[in-house]
């Protein structure tokens, strides 16, 4: 069974001027639907073809880096989709409270979570992830995923040039400003982290 490029949960004019309908034009309808198109040609046939993503990235680890590549980031940009909003969403209690704790203020959490995205050298993502009840700000490198982690991921940021480019061009620190400070969907990340299990790309 082959997956399908899930749908924006928002209108795709829903994050402007953070990221306009143009980038999610670009950005959802072609690259986001190019990992899926190459990802579904390589389990056509395979004992994957009726797998959860989830299980095909874990499966992929190690033994198909292609395959790897395509499935990590059908999940990751499913997810990210999902970590922005038409406007900022309030944290719950519980991940207000985490937050705090980790970070020692939410305005702090901001401006670390912008931190690490800036600092994040060439492509990847930059995540809110939970680990024993504990939060961090999680990295990880061009296309890889914390699906198949230790980690339940809360909510992620991609960093790579094609999410910001036509929208802010070079300006990464714009980019990152105008989604942590007036997109981000802090009600996701409090959804993932009272579930306590990674969410289910079934789910976008």
């Known amino acids: 069974m082959a997956f399908s490029l899930p749908a924006l949960p ?12 143009e980038t999610l034009s670009f950005h959802h309808g072609k690259h986001h639907q190019a990992y899926v198109d190459k990802m579904n040609a390589a389990i ?14 874990a499966a992929a680890r190690g033994s198909n880096q292609g395959l790897l590549n395509n499935a990590a980031q059908t999940w990751n940009h499913a997810f990210y989709w999902h970590s922005m909003s038409a406007e900022n969403t309030a944290a719950s209690d519980d991940l207000a409270a985490k937050i705090d704790a980790a970070f020692g203020s939410m305005d702090a959490f901001k401006e670390e979570l912008a931190a690490r995205g800036l600092g994040h050298f060439a492509s990847g993502w930059v995540w809110l992830a939970e680990k024993d009840g504990k939060l961090s700000i999680e990295e990880t490198h061009d296309g890889d995923t914390l699906a198949d982690s230790d980690f339940n991921p809360l909510l992620t940021i991609d960093v790579w040039e094609h999410a910001y480019y036509l929208d802010h061009q070079n300006k990464r620190p714009a980019y990152l400003d105008a989604v942590i ?3 981000l969907n802090l009600a996701f990340a409090s959804e993932n982290l009272a579930r306590g299990t990674t969410w289910k790309f079934a789910d976008a």
Not at 44 to 57: I, Q, W
């Open 10 to 21: 928002y209108a795709d004019t829903a994050l402007d001027p953070a990221v306009s309908a």
């Open 44 to 57: 056509a046939g395979t004992d994957h073809d009726n797998a959860a993503l989830e299980d095909v990235v």
């Open 181 to 183: 400070n007036g997109k």
